[in-house]
């Protein structure tokens, strides 16, 4: 079972590596790591698991958090309806961004990341919709259109497989300055 102990942290070179891709078909090996990332995302956002292990709650983790330089990603979001089942929830081999819209998008609260262990304030400015493609679990090609708060969990994710921390889009001397017409997500 995947614990924060797995997670490596920034100053960590392989955080900086672009990672490299998996072999299809995939390997039982890769297999079983998606399945494991996608468990610690659900135990991490379960209250009791999550204190009993002492997990930070995470949407999303990618192969390289864990030391291994693969292109692997996991995202977990939840809905805001606790009871409606995840708005996004699976794990991508290979994922690519096909393309993107002009409009840009930050959260409003900025982001953070279980490899930082401290506040990065500052508006981290992505795309507000992508189209992604991936393989699946099982092997299939994947294609889905994300906007919004899935939009940016898996850009964050995929920037992970490419040696991008969040931090590198904030703009250092106004951390806060945003170009008009960026759309901020509350
Ligand atoms: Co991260």
Redesign the pocket.
């Known amino acids: 079972m995947i614990t924060m102990d797995d997670i490596i942290r920034e100053g960590n070179p392989t955080l900086r590596e672009v990672a490299s891709e998996v072999s299809l078909p995939l390997s039982e090996e890769d297999i079983a790591l998606g399945k494991e990332m996608m468990e610690f995302l659900k135990n991490s956002q379960d209250p009791i698991k999550a204190e009993e292990l002492n997990l930070r709650g995470g949407v ?1 983790l ?1 192969a390289p ?1 864990l030391d291994i330089s693969k292109r692997i990603i996991a995202v977990h979001v939840p809905s805001a309806d606790p009871v409606a089942e995840p708005t996004l929830s699976t794990v991508m081999y290979n994922p690519k961004i096909l393309s993107h819209s002009v409009q840009d998008a930050c959260l409003g609260e900025g982001e953070g ?3 930082v262990d401290r506040e990065v304030p500052g508006y981290v400015v992505r795309h507000a919709k992508v189209t992604i493609s991936y393989y699946d679990a099982d092997g299939q090609k994947q294609k889905i259109r994300l906007k919004n708060y899935e939009a940016i969990v898996v850009q ?2 995929i920037d ?1 497989i490419n040696g991008v921390m ?1 931090y590198d889009h904030i703009n250092e001397a106004n951390p806060f300055s945003l170009k008009e017409g960026v759309l901020v997500i509350d």
């Open positions: 999303g990618a958090q990341c279980l490899s964050h994710e992970h969040f």
